[in-house]
C-alpha cells in the first residue's frame, strides 16, 4: 500500500515533478505551496511523510519542523527537509529542530526518491517489528514491546517514551536511536552505530549529527543535560544508556 506524502514546496514546477514521481511509485501525494497551508493540512489529515521545503513564504521550513515537533500529534512524523543551503550549520541545525533526512538542491528526482523510500522503509520495519512481537507473545504479551533502562521506559508498540512516568516528544529519528540503546542498556554503542541506527547510509549525514541527536535528546530526558545520569557518555567510544535507576556518572558533554 503507497503512503500518504504532503509535500510542502513553494515552488510550483518542483511540487509537481516531486508529485508525479511518488504517484508513479504508487504513493497519494497532495501538494501545497506556503508554510501556513502545510501546517493546516497535517492538522487536518496528517501525513504518513512530509516532504518540506526549507524556503516557503509565510512560514519556513525550519519554523514548521519546530511547531511539529512541539505538537504531541505530530512530534513523530517523519519530515525529510529541501534546501539549497549547503553548509554543515545548515544540516545540523536542520536535525536540531526535528529533520529525519535532508537534501539539498539542486537533486535528480531518483535521489530524493531513494530517500523516501529509506524513510518509508523504517517507518515499515517498525510496524512490522511490533506485529512480530504481538504474533509472537500472543495478547498477553503486549507489554513485550516496552524496554527498559534505569528511569527510561522506550514502549515500541506505542511509540513512547517516559523518563520516571514523564511523558518525552521525540523524533522520529530520537526514538529509533533511544530505542536501540534501551534494547542493551549499559551497552556502550559507538558513533557509526548509532549513525548507522538513526539514518542507515544517508552520505549527507555525518557522526557530529548523532551528537546532535544525543545533546537534543538530553535536553528531553536529563534534569541537566550538562550533567547527564541517563544517557551517558563514555570518553572516546561513543554512549550508552544509564541502566540503574540511581544517579550515574557520565563525563561533561564537552568531553566529545
Known amino acids: 500500500m503507497g503512503a500518504n506524502v504532503l509535500v510542502a514546496e513553494d515552488d510550483i514546477k518542483q511540487a509537481e515533478i516531486i508529485g508525479h514521481y511518488l504517484v508513479r511509485e504508487g504513493h497519494v501525494a497532495r501538494l501545497v505551496h506556503d508554510g501556513r497551508t502545510a501546517l493546516e493540512e497535517i492538522r487536518r489529515r496528517p501525513p504518513d511523510l512530509l516532504v518540506l521545503d526549507v524556503m516557503m513564504p509565510g512560514v519556513d521550513g525550519l519554523d514548521i519542523c519546530r511547531v511539529l515537533r512541539a505538537e504531541p500529534a505530530h512530534a513523530g512524523l517523519p519530515v525529510l527537509m529541501l534546501t539549497a543551503r549547503t553548509t554543515e550549520e545548515d544540516l545540523l541545525l536542520a536535525f536540531d529542530l526535528g529533520a529525519d ?12 526518491m531513494a530517500r523516501i523510500r529509506n524513510l518509508l522503509r523504517r517507518v515499515e520495519r517498525l510496524a512490522e517489528a511490533e506485529q512480530s512481537s504481538r504474533a509472537r507473545t500472543g495478547a498477553a504479551g503486549e507489554a513485550s514491546g516496552v524496554l527498559t533502562a534505569g528511569a527510561i521506559t522506550v514502549d515500541r508498540r ?18 529509533d536511536l533511544l530505542a536501540a540503546m534501551a534494547a542493551e542498556p549499559g551497552r556502550v554503542f559507538t558513533r557509526r552505530q548509532l549513525l548507522a541506527i538513526s539514518r542507515g547510509t544517508n552520505a549527507y549525514i555525518t557522526e557530529r549529527t548523532v551528537d546532535v541527536h544525543v545533546l537534543n535528546l538530553r535536553k528531553k530526558i536529563e534534569a541537566d543535560p550538562g550533567s547527564p545520569v541517563h544517557l551517558l557518555t ?17 563525563l561533561p558533554s564537552d568531553s566529545w
Do not use: M, Q, W
Open 101 to 112: 533526512e535532508y537534501v539539498t538542491k539542486p537533486y535528480s528526482p531518483r535521489e530524493l
Open 158 to 175: 506505542r511509540h513512547t517514551i517516559t523518563v520516571d512516568g514523564r511523558p518525552v516528544l521525540c523524533t522520529a529519528g530520537e526514538f
Open 234 to 250: 563514555v570518553y572516546k567510544v561513543g554512549y550508552k544508556l544509564n541502566d540503574r535507576t540511581t544517579t550515574g556518572t557520565s
